[in-house]
């Protein structure tokens, strides 16, 4: 009889290509993972030299000299650059974009829907056209018309806006930043607040809220995690933004981009990357600082979406609890 | 927009197919960076969405356990990875083995940045299909990877597919890693393994010479990139038409309706 066999086999024939599917699908799924291990192992391991050569003067050194010979390589002023304009880029564009979101969720579909989506069509701009529009358009009108009034008033007064504008400074990309960040924090904003129940604002508006209040009292308590997420979501961006502020921010180098007011040329962490990486030799200490500096970007993109990750999750579970109870 | 009103004065048939004339003079065009682009953008693809989709059905279909919840947080945080770092990346282990610049470094920094965000859009999309279609499947004594394939993913196309779309508008205007894997070049396509031009690294040129004609022409490359991305997402419109307004808040009033 070959019915036996027969079923065996088929059996056995099941198995093997069902396992082969969930060993490829396993390895796919596991791919992200030894990408990253081999990122930070090779990040590393290539710019081993310069932690040998400057210790942890790397971080906190403020001179940067690719010269030969007079080397010196201390990133603290491009950290210094990158916190600046993300949380300058934050404070002017995440209550914006929360606004934006709070508009477009309340207002009647024929006007919200086409505003979020042209909310969201400005998140796939790139940014290097965002780059090509503040260098050549945005600039000048922001110099013209807005830094040069501020300096004029205050810039003697007020350290923040003592020197003088020339529109290639850390206000300029991070108002630029500000509104890359827009889109991206709105159109989640705006998901998040879409997704409380219409029970949530009928109960409030019952109860004799004005709109503020019950966007106050019944919508921000419950969207909190998602607002919170959103603005972090946000923040990652601005801090791994490369070339729109590489385009705008002066880009001036060691201890001159340690900025001195708001009008003052800068530089951050992902600028200097993008500026010398081509020219530096792979033989001078030039290259493996660069790459250091990919290290720190990398360290602090990474801490940053890890903390907003766990926070997130931590407070969803807390709600979920509160909701169950 | 101010990109249109510039770029439409730049655009001309040799604008779109020649390749760049001597910096300055304000001749040439960005044929090749067109090329690029579109090489790139394609080779990337290749490699990046079909590990992009298994790694979505790995986190969708095989149940949950300690290593899915790794991948997907790990998948969540390499998603916000600043592009430059992944440029860095593929420079140290493409570029510098191989010993030159080359569209495959370039290509392999891109399908970095575009998998994790398939596979998200993936594993959501397949969470959206009922598991009585899978029930239904299985009681046909299909195979399972028939069942993922011929099945669960038919009925979650409209979602995959824009995440595919969403990730090369992505990658389609990405310029930081391009700086070092690519490099950019001034000649049409001669190779895997040499150097390419792409529209974004061209408008970065562009944009640091000193000269007007460059500025115009930086203007008609912006147009020409933004009138592409443009096409994809009105393609990924097209769609989701009919489904919902966005794979997002379906899938959040999904969870709402099952937490009511």
């Known amino acids: 009889m070959s019915h036996l066999p027969a079923k065996q086999q088929k059996g056995i024939r099941r198995f093997d290509s069902d396992k082969l599917f969930k060993i490829g699908a396993t390895i796919a799924g596991v791919y992200v993972l030894v990408i990253i291990a081999l990122i930070v192992f090779q990040l590393f391991f290539e710019s081993y030299p310069i932690w040998i050569e400057e210790g942890f003067g790397f971080v906190t050194g403020t001179d940067w000299n690719p010269v030969e010979g007079r080397e010196s390589f201390g990133v603290f002023p491009y950290i210094l650059g990158t916190l600046i304009t993300s949380a300058l880029a934050m404070a002017i564009g995440v209550p914006l974009s929360i606004g934006i979101a709070m508009f477009v969720s309340d207002a009647p579909p024929k006007i919200g829907n086409p505003l979020g989506f042209l909310v969201e069509l400005l998140a796939a701009v790139p940014s290097v056209i965002y780059g090509l529009w503040g260098l050549y358009v945005f600039r000048v009108y922001f110099r013209d018309y807005i830094e040069k009034p501020i300096h004029d008033t205050f810039g003697d007064s007020i350290w923040l806006f003592s020197d003088t504008p020339l529109g290639l400074d850390i206000l300029t990309a991070s108002v630029v930043l500000a509104i890359m960040i827009i889109p991206t924090v709105s159109a989640v904003s705006r998901e998040v607040l879409m997704a409380v129940p219409q029970q949530q604002r009928e109960a409030a508006y019952m109860l004799g809220a004005t709109k503020w209040e019950m966007f106050k009292l019944a919508m921000f308590p419950y969207a909190k995690t998602g607002l919170i997420g959103a603005a972090i979501l946000g923040l990652g961006r601005a801090v791994g933004e490369t070339i729109a502020v590489t385009m705008l921010i002066g880009n001036a180098t060691g201890i001159n981009a340690i900025p001195e007011s708001l009008f003052g040329p800068g530089q951050t962490m992902s600028s200097i990357i993008a500026n010398e990486f081509v020219e530096a030799s792979p033989a001078s200490l030039h290259l493996p600082a660069l790459i250091g500096v990919g290290l720190v970007l990398l360290s602090m993109a990474v801490c940053i979406n890890i903390v907003a990750h766990v926070l997130v999750t931590r407070m969803l579970h807390v709600r979920e609890g509160a909701i169950n109870s | ?260």
């Open chain 2, 1 to 260: 927009m101010e990109v249109v009103r510039n770029g439409a004065a730049a655009l001309s048939i040799e604008f779109l197919t020649q390749t760049p004339g001597a910096i300055g003079s304000g001749e040439g065009g960005i044929g090749p960076a067109i090329q690029g682009t579109l090489i790139v953008i394609g080779i990337s693809s290749i490699i990046g969405v079909p590990i992009g989709v298994m790694s979505g059905i790995f986190l969708a279909e095989f149940g949950e356990s300690r290593i899915t919840k790794l991948v997907r947080f790990f998948n969540d945080v390499f998603m916000e990875f600043p592009s430059i770092v992944l440029g860095i990346f593929a420079f140290l282990v493409i570029v510098l083995l191989l010993g030159h610049f080359s569209i495959w470094a370039g290509a392999f920094a891109l399908s970095l940045i575009m998998f994790p965000i398939v596979a998200r859009t993936t594993e959501e999309s397949l969470k959206l299909v009922p598991i009585t279609y899978r029930e239904a499947g299985t009681a046909l004594g299909l195979k399972r990877w028939v069942i993922t394939f011929r099945i669960v993913i038919s009925a979650a196309k409209s979602g995959l597919v824009t995440g595919i779309l969403l990730s090369v508008a992505r990658i389609g205007g990405e310029t930081a890693p391009l700086i070092m894997t690519i490099l950019g070049s001034s000649q049409f396509f001669a190779g895997f393994n040499s150097p390419m031009d792409a529209l974004p690294l061209r408008i970065w040129r562009l944009s640091l010479l000193p000269y007007d004609s460059a500025q115009l022409q930086g203007w008609g490359a912006a147009l020409v990139l933004i009138l592409i991305i443009l096409v994809i997402n009105i393609a990924v419109r097209y769609f989701v038409l009919g489904k919902s307004s966005n794979l997002i808040g379906s899938i959040i009033k999904q969870r709402n309706l099952k937490r009511v």
